[in-house]
T-cell receptor
Framework: DTGVSQDPRHKITKRGQNVTFRCDPI?????LYWYRQTLGQGPEFLTY????????KSRLLSDRFSAERPKGSFSTLEIQRTEQGDSAMYLC???????????????FGPGTRLTVL | LAKTTQPISMDSYEGQEVNITCSHN???????ITWYQQFPSQGPRFIIQ???TKVTNEVASLFIPADRKSSTLSLPRVSLSDTAVYYC???????????????FGSGTRLQVQP
């Protein structure tokens, strides 16, 4: 396992379409996070899973956004009826349950860049 | 969550030491200070974390004064490949309690020139 992977790396869609992104965390990491990043800004937290339980959601996660982690392994993030304002980089990160030294160390994937036309 | 303030950008030359200072005046007692690095089109990467005084690893040092209201990331002898955005974050207590998600600011864009 070489790290967190995300698929696709790039997605171009038309406004109003639905899109789904996938994240595969590092094996045995039971914590998984989704972030969104727009140009020139730092990543913004969207939602957090511990195993299959979604424990926290940001106000940024509108009703059009839904995330799942059905078996506590990979996760999907779906955006329904996409809008131009949804254009951003969507980052996934994972971390182990217990971190011996670094409580804030999260391992990020390369991201999925979404462009909504 | 404690808010951080750091310079928008910095310039340096290869071989120089770079110090990036972050202010976090309302840091909580159990907050840690963490720095991440991000290259274009990649996710952030953990650099270093500390609670007080000084922490050093193979890539950087982190200096934290006694009042913990600021911290300084020190990159020794930077190279062109250190050109990136550097984020200072506070929060995330150890253990299984507390908010786990990270709160990023806008970061500091470091440009290293030859």
């Amino acid at each position: 396992d070489t790290g967190v992977s995300q698929d696709p790396r790039h997605k171009i869609t038309k406004r109003g379409q639905n899109v789904t992104f996938r994240c595969d965390p590092i094996s045995e990491h039971n914590r998984l996070y989704w972030y969104r990043q727009t140009l020139g800004q730092g990543p913004e937290f969207l939602t957090y899973f511990q195993n299959e339980a979604q424990l926290e959601k940001s106000r940024l996660l509108s009703d059009r956004f839904s995330a799942e982690r059905p078996k506590g392994s990979f996760s999907t993030l779906e955006i329904q009826r996409t809008e131009q304002g949804d254009s951003a980089m969507y980052l996934c990160a994972s971390s182990p349950s217990r971190t011996s030294g670094s409580s804030n160390e999260q391992f990020f994937g390369p991201g999925t860049r979404l462009t909504v036309l | 969550l404690a808010k951080t303030t750091q310079p928008i950008s910095m310039d340096s030359y290869e071989g120089q030491e770079v110090n990036i200072t972050c202010s976090h005046n309302n840091i909580a007692t159990n907050d840690y200070i963490t720095w991440y690095q991000q290259f274009p089109s990649q996710g952030p990467r953990f650099i270093i974390q500390g609670y007080k005084t000084k922490v050093t690893n193979e890539v950087a040092s982190l200096f934290i004064p006694a009042d913990r209201k600021s911290s300084t990331l020190s990159l020794p002898r930077v190279s062109l490949s250190d050109t990136a955005v550097y984020y200072c974050l506070v929060g995330g207590p150890k253990g299984d309690t507390g908010r786990r998600a990270l709160t990023f600011g806008s970061g500091t864009r470091l440009q290293v020139q030859p």
